[in-house]
């Protein structure tokens, strides 16, 4: 049983089994509430799965991108919680649960000998007038997303631009599936692939600086 949680846009948790099903999911769309919301999701989560914290075998980690804190606050709770149990966390980039709902929907609706060949951008909002992308193509052999490039930021008003010049279809998120985060986990774990970094994705330095030396007085 995979425990998939995510803060990098609202907060989302769901349990998921290692064949995909999905035994729950559920989503606070607040973008600033991560810390408030997020020990209250993993309960309802596993009490909608029917399950107990000692029947979770794996943590997916969503890796973002997304902004500092609240990315931080779903990494620090799958750390947290696979520490408590004793479990492997497993890091997941964020876009990738994303593009796999895509092209997973595209398949079961018919649309993927189509969409297979597509290049496509996963794109969130970043705030401060910026917009993170990915870019996609189809499915590889373990059924995971193929990523054509690594998560980057472009400005508000040049990210058209910017995927036009890739030949990328625009694909806007609002929100991070947690369960296609926990399949990616999943097909991963499976494929003994690592496909996830093991720092998060912040894209920008946080705002927070070292203070600099005090000045000198001459007396």
Known sequence: MILGIDTSLGSA???VEPDGVIRSQVESADP???AEVIGTLIEQALAEASLSPSEITH???GMGPGPFTGLRVGIAAARTFA????VPVVPVPSHDAVALELLIHDA???GYEESSDETF???TDARRREFAYTLYRGLDDDGLPVRVTESALAPRDDLDGVLASAGAAR?????I?????ALAAARALAAGRTIGPADALYLRSPDVTLPHAPKRVNL
Do not use: E, F, S, Y
């Open 13 to 15: 948790v769901a349990v």
């Open 32 to 34: 600033r509430g991560h």
């Open 59 to 61: 943590v997916a980690a």
């Open 83 to 86: 520490l408590g149990r004793g």
């Open 108 to 110: 079961l609706t018919g």
């Open 121 to 123: 951008a996963v794109v």
């Open 171 to 175: 694909r806007d998120a609002d929100r």
């Open 177 to 181: 599936p947690a369960a296609m985060l």
